[in-house]
């Protein structure tokens, strides 16, 4: 990695930060518990549900503004709940294995305060790649045989409890995270763009690297840890691993005063 100047560096970071409170802070994505309730602000219109018929897929490409709420289970079954004039907004398609969600160029898009919510029920969802602004939570537990993420716009994730056995997360957007994942074979993140959050990962080996603004608390099970942070921010990491490599430069710090503590 090259070395910047500290007043770029310094920069960068603050441009980071002030893009993630921003991309945060406007499309804000209200969760389930207000799904039932959600009106438009423009006019009142309540929200209606809508079944839509899609099957044998195990992928998502969104592109739009969408809250995810995910359960597995042996049926496929995809439930949309928006207002009936957002509704004629967002477009969603099977391609493939992969359900498609985007907005309607020849409506224009939703008003960003009004929040899809869309209910997902299938056996796996392997490939989840986000380039609009999404909420994705898993309240249930999910085993799986892999799980990668690729977050390229806006994104907040809660899935407490996912077995798989491997597991790749990339951030080159803006990703908060509150993630606990067992990855028996190995789990990696690749962080270039505004990651922080919350990760607890047991399992076999553990990646991080992470090159841009990264803010995480890392609590890990593992047999390998190798945790790299050339960019911007402070790693707390914490818990226990039989093998650790770490490498920390630029403006950046790794706090492993609880990792392997005694």
């Given at each position: ?10 920069t960068?970071l603050?441009?980071?930060?002030s ?24 006019s ?5 549900s809508y ?9 998502i ?39 498609v ?45 892999r ?9 907040n994730?809660?899935?407490p ?6 597991c ?34 047991n ?5 991080f ?18 945790f ?7 790693s707390?990491?914490s818990?226990?691993a ?8 630029g ?12």
């Open positions: 990695m090259k070395k910047f100047d500290i007043t770029i560096i310094l960068v603050l441009i980071c930060i893009y993630n409170m921003y991309a945060i802070n406007r499309y804000t994505i209200k969760g389930l518990a207000d799904a039932t309730t959600l009106t438009s602000q423009a009142a219109e309540k929200v209606t079944t839509l018929n899609y099957k044998n897929f195990n992928a490409d969104v592109d739009n503004v969408v809250s995810i709420i995910y359960k597995q289970s042996n049926q496929f079954n995809v439930r949309l709940e928006c207002t009936p004039s957002n509704r004629e907004k967002i477009v969603i398609t099977q391609k493939g294995n992969t359900l969600i985007k907005s309607n160029s020849k409506n224009g898009n939703n008003n960003k305060r009004d929040a899809y919510q869309l209910y997902i029920e299938a056996p796996s969802l392997e490939d989840i790649k986000i380039e609009g602004v999404a909420n994705i939570s898993a309240p249930a537990p999910i085993k799986q045989n799980l990668n993420l690729n977050i390229e716009g806006v994104c994730i809660n899935t409890s996912i077995t798989v056995k491997d790749k997360l990339s951030i080159d957007g803006v990703c908060n995270t509150q993630m606990g994942i067992t990855a028996t074979h190995q789990f990696e993140a690749i962080v270039e763009g505004v990651g922080k959050g919350s990760l607890k990962v399992g076999g080996n553990c990646i690297k992470c090159e841009g603004v990264c803010n995480f608390n890392v609590d890990v099970d593992c047999k390998e840890l190798h790299t942070n050339e960019g911007v921010g402070k707390t990491l818990g226990t039989d093998k650790v490599d770490l490498n920390g430069d403006v950046s710090k790794i706090d492993v005063r609880k990792l392997n503590a005694l």
